[in-house]
């Protein structure tokens, strides 16, 4: 590979020492030596006029050169579908095609018969309903695409948190240009193709490009990240390189087309029953032609006139094939598509009343024919805005619900315990607190992040003097596999300190040290442990997440590609995570029962607090609540046994990336087993946004910011459907 590389005179131009196409193929090629050529990271960093800690300038005369030399990060989408567009796909039913072929042959024998207009009325009639039909669906589907192009650009403000002149902010992921400096976590999906900056125990998913599950390492020995692909573990900052069509995800996009969809429970019962009525009445008109056509041989036979045919005859054989074409029509129930449609339309109608936006009319029948709904918890039953409630620190349980928090804190717990309770909220986080263009202070991280900050900033903690007041030496960040998260810091006075913070009963095993009352770090005894489990189980039965904080002090010297310590741990204290169930939900749970429908939660949060919100909820009442790890050592016996009797399903092996809930494995055994063996239709409300794409056992996916009108609205449908002795 030759080392001379030519910058186009345009580039240079604009202030860059590199063109898309030179930082397109690094990436995509995953070209070490090139990338080496070009001064690794640091000199990409450089011809490309940007700073690893400051970001791109914001200046509008700086961003419109940006922009065009190496584009936006938008794909190219495909043209809006005309009008006509549905009206084809309308007619592609089978009971309208099978109607249209009647009504032509209606037409042709009706007019030789009896002459036009009057041999053409029955035929006229059948296309007229045909056309009404077509026409009906045709019109509700375009209308409904107008509808979620709008719909679509509000799904399409996804933001992430981006470096620009100096301050951490949020941006949307379209306005991201080469240079830009992305801050990714675990779960964020990465938006364009870039070079890995800095980060910690970083794993990315490339599934979505590769097919491949293993998750691939980056680092600086390995610094390429392709779009679309996910953070299966760690944080990182990367330099954006690639936006748009040039990224890999944008020409995987553009080699694909959209795929054709299933039918629906009623199109196929419809499509049997016209295909089913259909033979019968060929069958019976076939045998009617043939009983008439022998009768009138046997009378010409008896007559001798068997070699002598008039144009009476020839009549009286298109009189008896009309009647075998008649006997067809009527076979045929022209009048069950459009009552069908009529219904699916006003079902829409009143969907779009409950601010519910249907693309396809047959999605509402789809929906009515659910009998059997399993619900993620966390943001779909509840609000996803979690706050510190409780906390069990220095031995004594405190009430957090008021403003006075912090000097009840301060008055409570002595000063060294709430420092070192300040360092462990502080540091080992995966969140931020910035200050905002607005120069007000706004908490970056995923909910229970969030929360954490929250309370210690009500503490009186200050962030960035905490992050200030000591060196991070490494991170181990939270999965589902450890159910912990772990940092390790370097001290003012040289030593070093880890802490500790996730699921309580994980960190809380490998403590043998708390903090008692006094502020003093006594051995944890075997009465200790059991209040304490106590605790936690207390904090669950009050649908509280809980999580536990411990530190550790490292008096020998630590090393970076040193693990962290699993054990030996001082605890500091517990915190009890509530998330308030949305308004509404218990009722929207007695309608679905009512109507038929069964309501199952399915979440990976500890089974107390999840028994206590579906408790809370109303879903949990007789039936069995059951974990992860046992519901995938059932046999197949077993789970068809146990399966109607679940309300509440739990699995602490959570896979952030792909999946809410359970892992594949289990997950997919459940669902088949529950459509499949029990003849169940499923409804995933707010469950698992990917399973649609991957899960052929689920009918219906939503994802949705508001419980009660979407449970509503399926117990509607439901009673809508069996009202009218469609289901």
Same mark, same amino acid.
């Given at each position: 590979?030759?080392?001379?590389?030519?910058?186009?005179?345009?580039?240079?131009?604009?202030?860059?020492?590199?063109?898309?196409?030179?930082?397109?193929?690094?990436?995509?090629?995953? &070209?070490?030596? !090139?990338? *080496? +050529?070009?001064?690794? $990271?640091?000199?990409?960093?450089?011809?490309?006029?940007? %700073?690893?800690? /400051?970001?791109?300038?914001?200046?509008?005369?700086?961003?419109?050169?940006?922009?065009?030399?190496?584009?936006?990060?938008?794909?190219?989408?495909?043209?809006?579908?005309?009008?006509?567009?549905?009206?084809?796909?309308?007619?592609?039913?089978?009971?309208?095609?099978?109607?249209?072929?009647?009504?032509?042959?209606?037409?042709?024998?009706?007019?030789?018969?009896?002459?036009?207009?009057?041999?053409?009325?029955?035929?006229?009639?059948?296309?007229?309903?045909?056309?009404?039909?077509?026409?009906?669906?045709?019109?509700?589907?375009?209308?409904?695409?107008?509808?979620?192009?709008?719909? &679509?650009?509000? !799904?399409? *403000? +996804?933001?992430?948190? $981006?470096?620009?002149?100096?301050?951490?902010?949020?941006? %949307?992921?379209? /306005?991201?240009?080469?240079?830009?400096?992305?801050?990714?976590?675990?779960?964020?999906?990465?938006?364009?193709?870039?070079?890995?900056?800095?980060?910690?125990?970083?794993?990315?998913?490339?599934?979505?490009?590769?097919?491949?599950?293993?998750?691939?390492?980056?680092?600086?020995?390995?610094?390429?990240?392709?779009?679309?692909?996910?953070?299966?573990?760690?944080?990182?900052?990367?330099?954006?390189?690639?936006?748009?069509?040039?990224?890999?995800?944008?020409?995987?996009?553009?080699?694909?087309?959209?795929?054709?969809?299933?039918?629906?429970?009623?199109?196929?019962?419809?499509?049997?029953?016209?295909?089913?009525?259909?033979?019968?009445?060929?069958?019976?008109?076939?045998?009617?032609?043939?009983?008439?056509?022998?009768?009138?041989?046997?009378?010409?036979?008896?007559?001798?006139?068997?070699?002598?045919?008039?144009?009476?005859?020839?009549?009286?054989?298109?009189?008896?094939?009309?009647?075998?074409?008649?006997?067809?029509?009527?076979?045929?129930?022209?009048?069950?598509?459009?009552?069908?449609?009529?219904?699916?339309?006003?079902?829409?109608?009143?969907?779009?009343?409950?601010?519910?936006?249907?693309?396809?009319?047959?999605?509402?029948?789809?929906?009515?024919?659910?009998?059997?709904?399993?619900?993620?918890?966390?943001?779909?039953?509840?609000?996803?805005?979690?706050?510190?409630?409780?906390?069990?620190?220095?031995?004594?349980?405190?009430?957090?619900?008021?403003?006075?928090?912090?000097?009840?804190?301060?008055?409570?717990?002595?000063?060294?315990?709430?420092?070192?309770?300040?360092?462990?909220?502080?540091?080992?986080?995966?969140?931020?607190?910035?200050?905002?263009?607005?120069?007000?202070?706004?908490?970056?991280?995923?909910?229970?992040?969030?929360?954490?900050?929250?309370?210690?900033?009500?503490?009186?903690?200050?962030?960035?003097?905490?992050?200030?007041?000591?060196?991070?030496?490494?991170?181990?960040?939270?999965?589902?596999?450890?159910?912990?998260?772990?940092?390790?810091?370097?001290?003012?006075?040289?030593?070093?300190?880890?802490?500790?913070?996730?699921?309580?009963?994980?960190?809380?095993?490998?403590?043998?040290?708390?903090?008692?009352?006094?502020?003093?770090?006594?051995?944890?005894?075997?009465?200790?442990?059991?209040?304490?489990?106590?605790?936690?189980?207390?904090?669950?039965?009050?649908?509280?997440?809980?999580?536990?904080?411990?530190?550790?002090?490292?008096?020998?010297?630590?090393?970076?590609?040193?693990?962290?310590?699993?054990?030996?741990?001082?605890?500091?204290?517990?915190?009890?995570?509530?998330?308030?169930?949305?308004?509404?939900?218990?009722?929207?749970?007695?309608?679905?029962?009512?109507?038929?429908?069964?309501?199952?939660?399915?979440?990976?949060?500890?089974?107390?607090?999840?028994?206590?919100?579906?408790?809370?909820?109303?879903?949990?009442?007789?039936?069995?609540?059951?974990?992860?790890?046992?519901?995938?050592?059932?046999?197949?016996?077993?789970?068809?046994?146990?399966?109607?009797?679940?309300?509440?399903?739990?699995?602490?092996?959570?896979?952030?990336?792909?999946?809410?809930?359970?892992?594949?494995?289990?997950?997919?055994?459940?669902?088949?087993?529950?459509?499949?063996?029990?003849?169940?239709?499923?409804?995933?409300?707010?469950?698992?946004?990917?399973?649609?794409?991957?899960?052929?056992?689920?009918?219906?996916?939503?994802?949705?910011?508001?419980?009660?009108?979407?449970?509503?609205?399926?117990?509607?449908?439901?009673?809508?459907?069996?009202?009218?002795?469609?289901?």
């Amino acid at each position: 590979m030759s080392t001379e590389y030519t910058v186009p005179e345009e580039v240079k131009t604009a202030g860059f020492d590199i063109c898309a196409d030179e930082l397109g193929s690094i990436v995509e090629g995953r &070209d070490v030596k !090139k990338l *080496k +050529i070009h001064g690794g $990271v640091e000199g990409i960093t450089n011809k490309l006029n940007t %700073s690893v800690d /400051d970001g791109i300038s914001t200046s509008e005369h700086l961003l419109n050169p940006r922009k065009e030399i190496y584009g936006v990060n938008k794909f190219t989408e495909s043209p809006a579908r005309g009008f006509w567009v549905f009206v084809w796909e309308a007619l592609q039913d089978t009971t309208l095609m099978i109607l249209a072929v009647c009504a032509l042959v209606s037409l042709v024998v009706g007019i030789v018969m009896e002459g036009w207009p009057k041999g053409a009325q029955d035929g006229i009639g059948i296309v007229a309903s045909i056309l009404l039909v077509v026409f009906v669906t045709a019109t509700s589907d375009y209308r409904q695409s107008l509808q979620f192009k709008d719909l &679509d650009k509000e !799904k399409k *403000k +996804i933001t992430v948190q $981006v470096t620009r002149n100096g301050c951490r902010q949020k941006l %949307s992921i379209y /306005d991201l240009l080469p240079g830009d400096i992305v801050h990714l976590n675990i779960g964020d999906q990465v938006p364009a193709d870039g070079l890995f900056v800095s980060g910690f125990s970083v794993l990315i998913n490339e599934s979505s490009l590769t097919g491949e599950s293993e998750p691939v390492n980056v680092s600086e020995l390995n610094p390429f990240l392709l779009s679309g692909t996910k953070v299966q573990d760690g944080s990182c900052k990367m330099l954006v390189t690639t936006v748009g069509m040039r990224t890999q995800w944008g020409k995987l996009m553009a080699t694909l087309s959209e795929g054709g969809d299933d039918e629906t429970p009623l199109q196929v019962k419809l499509n049997g029953v016209a295909t089913i009525i259909g033979k019968i009445g060929l069958f019976f008109a076939v045998v009617t032609f043939s009983v008439l056509v022998q009768g009138l041989f046997s009378r010409k036979l008896q007559e001798g006139s068997q070699w002598t045919w008039s144009g009476d005859d020839a009549m009286e054989i298109v009189e008896f094939f009309a009647i075998a074409v008649t006997i067809v029509v009527v076979a045929v129930p022209e009048g069950l598509p459009l009552a069908v449609t009529l219904s699916l339309a006003f079902a829409m109608k009143k969907m779009m009343n409950d601010k519910a936006l249907v693309r396809h009319l047959a999605a509402c029948e789809t929906m009515g024919s659910a009998t059997t709904i399993c619900s993620d918890k966390t943001g779909t039953l509840t609000t996803n805005h979690m706050t510190v409630v409780k906390a069990y620190i220095c031995g004594k349980i405190k009430e957090v619900n008021s403003s006075k928090v912090s000097s009840d804190f301060s008055s409570d717990i002595h000063d060294s315990s709430l420092a070192i309770l300040l360092e462990s909220i502080f540091n080992n986080t995966g969140g931020e607190v910035v200050k905002n263009k607005d120069e007000k202070i706004e908490i970056l991280g995923s909910p229970t992040e969030t929360a954490l900050l929250e309370f210690g900033l009500s503490l009186g903690g200050d962030f960035l003097k905490e992050r200030q007041r000591s060196k991070l030496v490494k991170v181990e960040p939270f999965n589902s596999i450890k159910k912990r998260m772990g940092v390790v810091l370097q001290l003012p006075d040289g030593g070093f300190r880890a802490h500790c913070k996730g699921a309580s009963e994980i960190v809380l095993a490998a403590c043998d040290k708390v903090v008692d009352s006094s502020g003093e770090v006594v051995p944890l005894n075997e009465d200790s442990i059991n209040q304490m489990n106590n605790i936690i189980e207390t904090f669950a039965g009050e649908a509280l997440r809980t999580l536990c904080l411990a530190y550790m002090d490292i008096h020998d010297e630590f090393f970076v590609g040193s693990p962290i310590p699993t054990r030996g741990y001082t605890c500091i204290g517990i915190v009890g995570i509530k998330d308030p169930v949305r308004p509404g939900v218990r009722e929207s749970v007695a309608i679905c029962r009512s109507a038929g429908i069964v309501v199952r939660m399915v979440t990976g949060d500890n089974i107390n607090t999840a028994k206590a919100i579906a408790r809370e909820c109303g879903i949990l009442t007789d039936g069995i609540a059951i974990e992860g790890p046992e519901f995938r050592e059932k046999t197949e016996e077993e789970l068809l046994d146990i399966i109607p009797k679940i309300q509440v399903c739990t699995c602490h092996l959570i896979d952030f990336c792909w999946f809410s809930c359970l892992r594949p494995w289990a997950k997919q055994v459940g669902l088949k087993m529950v459509r499949f063996s029990l003849g169940h239709n499923i409804l995933l409300p707010g469950l698992i946004y990917f399973s649609g794409f991957f899960n052929p056992s689920v009918q219906v996916h939503f994802g949705i910011s508001s419980t009660k009108p979407l449970l509503k609205i399926v117990c509607q449908k439901l009673i809508f459907w069996v009202a009218n002795g469609c289901q």
